[in-house]
């Protein structure tokens, strides 16, 4: 009998699957119908159902620390908040949204979240095949460093846009608010490697000890 945490991870998996298909579906039907052109308004167009994916991802903290999931919390809650914060301060400038590197960083997320969630799918219902465990914390690793380059990028172009923003005159200026944030975006993400990189080796060895028994 199925139990309601088996029915509730599952539909949380299956949504958070369909909607980042939907968003690169959406992107690349733009790119090869508009071109370039479809870079400009990638927000206006995915923006909504992108801040709904990553508001409910902070479900995922919740899911870990209850045992629903099992993965490591630190790696997670470092994902999630620099992937809010960053969303966060798209939509408070509108300057940003037009900009290419959100199409980008969009294109990004998605391609790593559609490595993860069928993966999550796949533990829910059955064990998953090597080559899903492979990809999903092989390939997973350099493109969530390519990720994390871009959303400095991001931060960075924004940074021309935050200080007319401020209406407090004792506000942190953007070239010390680039200082402070870029080390501990620099410091996160070298930690959620190191954990991905023992995570990693962790599931490979447990398949291999898996196929000996058998």
Request: hydrophobic residues 50%; proline residues 5%; contains cysteine.
């Amino acid at each position: 009998m199925l139990s309601f945490r088996l029915v509730y991870i599952f539909s949380y998996n299956l949504f958070q699957f369909c909607g980042h298909t939907w968003i690169l579906a959406n992107t690349i039907a733009r790119f090869f119908t508009f071109g370039q052109d479809a870079l400009a308004d990638t927000f206006y167009s995915v923006g909504f159902v992108m801040s709904l994916c990553q508001l409910l991802s902070i479900l995922e903290l919740f899911h870990i620390a209850d045992g629903i999931e099992k993965a490591r919390l630190l790696p997670r809650f470092i994902q999630v908040m620099e992937k809010n914060f960053l969303l966060i301060m798209v939509i408070m400038l509108e300057e940003v949204q037009s900009k290419p590197v959100v199409c980008v960083q969009f294109f990004l997320w998605n391609i790593l979240d559609l490595l993860r969630y069928p993966h999550e799918l796949l533990r829910v219902m059955d064990t998953p095949s090597i080559t899903m465990l492979w990809t999903r914390y092989t390939l997973w690793i350099p493109l969530y460093i390519l990720s994390v380059a871009t959303e400095g990028v991001t931060l960075y172009q924004a940074l021309p846009y935050i200080e007319p923003a401020a209406l407090n005159p004792t506000h942190i200026h953007p070239p010390v608010f680039l200082m402070l944030y870029l080390p501990v975006l620099a410091l996160g993400a070298s930690v959620t490697i190191w954990q991905l990189l023992k995570e990693r080796q962790y599931h490979l060895e447990k398949w291999k000890k898996k196929m000996k028994r058998k």
